[in-house]
């Protein structure tokens, strides 16, 4: 058998053994998200994401980022931050409180990181929806 032979063949052993291991980055994000928003106040590393999927931190960031264009820890952040975001809109929780809930970070921290993301604070964020919902009626 021609070497270029052997080389397609092994080729297409590997592409089929990495379905089998489980290299789907759309199931692993799944799986993933799901962990994330079971420990969404826990102060997760990416070491111990990385361990409790069975990855090096470095190859699940690369999974990470192929399936959704960010790395592991930034997509954990902007989770926390959608958490967030929809406890400002449903419920009256302070936003100390609600930093306590969906992150390990202070308020002042989750505030920073909050405007960061959206250009408003988390105060300013629900009174623009209140505003917004009595312009609406």
Partial sequence: MPIDSTLSIAAIDLAGATAEVGWDTGALVTRLRAFVTAHLADDLTLDELAQEFGYSPTHL?????????????????????????????????SVGAIAREV????ASYFSRNFKRWTGC???????????RRISEV
């Fill in 61 to 93: 960031t690369t999974l990470v980022r192929h399936d959704c264009g960010m790395p592991a820890m930034e997509l954990v952040r902007m989770m926390r931050l959608e958490a967030g975001r929809r406890l400002l809109e449903q419920t009256t929780l």
């Fill in 103 to 106: 992150s390990p970070w202070d």
């Fill in 121 to 131: 604070s988390p105060s300013e964020w629900r009174e623009g929806l209140r505003t």
